[in-house]
C-alpha cells in the first residue's frame, strides 16, 4: 500500500445516517415501530398495553407525533361520539422494521446483543 492509497478520516464530513440512528435510539422509539408492525393498525390504548414496559401517555404521545411527522406512522382519526384514533406504519415505517429487526438479528448472530443490553 503506498501513501496514495491511505484513506484519510474525513472529520468534516457527517455519518448520512446519523439522524435517522439518533432519533431511533430514543427510548420507545423502536418498540412502538415493532408494536405497530406487529399488530397492524392500533388505537393509542391498544398500542400503549403492547409495548413491553411501562410507558406514560405523554411520552407515548410525544413519540407516536414525532413518528408521524418524519413519516414513519399514519394517524387516523374515526368520528363518532367517542372521538378514536388510530396509528399504523407507513411504507417507510414497515421499511424501518425490517432493518431494526436486521439489525437486532445481526447483533445476536454476532452475540453482542447481550453485552450492549448490559452496558459492557
Known amino acids: 500500500m503506498n501513501s496514495q492509497d491511505k484513506i484519510e478520516p474525513q472529520a468534516d464530513k457527517a455519518c448520512m445516517a446519523e439522524p435517522l440512528l439518533k432519533f431511533f435510539a430514543q427510548e420507545w422509539m423502536a418498540h412502538v415501530v415493532a408494536a405497530l408492525s406487529r399488530h397492524g393498525t392500533l388505537r393509542f390504548g391498544q398500542l400503549r398495553r403492547s409495548l413491553p414496559g411501562p410507558i406514560s401517555a405523554r411520552v407515548l404521545s410525544a413519540r407516536l407525533k414525532a413518528l408521524e411527522a ?30 431494526l429487526s436486521q439489525a437486532e438479528a445481526a447483533l445476536y448472530l454476532e452475540g453482542t446483543a447481550g453485552a450492549l443490553a448490559s452496558g459492557r
Open 70 to 99: 418524519g413519516g414513519y406512522v399514519a394517524r387516523r382519526e374515526i368520528e363518532g361520539r367517542v372521538r378514536q384514533v388510530e396509528y399504523r406504519l407507513t411504507d417507510s415505517g414497515r421499511a424501518i422494521d425490517l432493518l
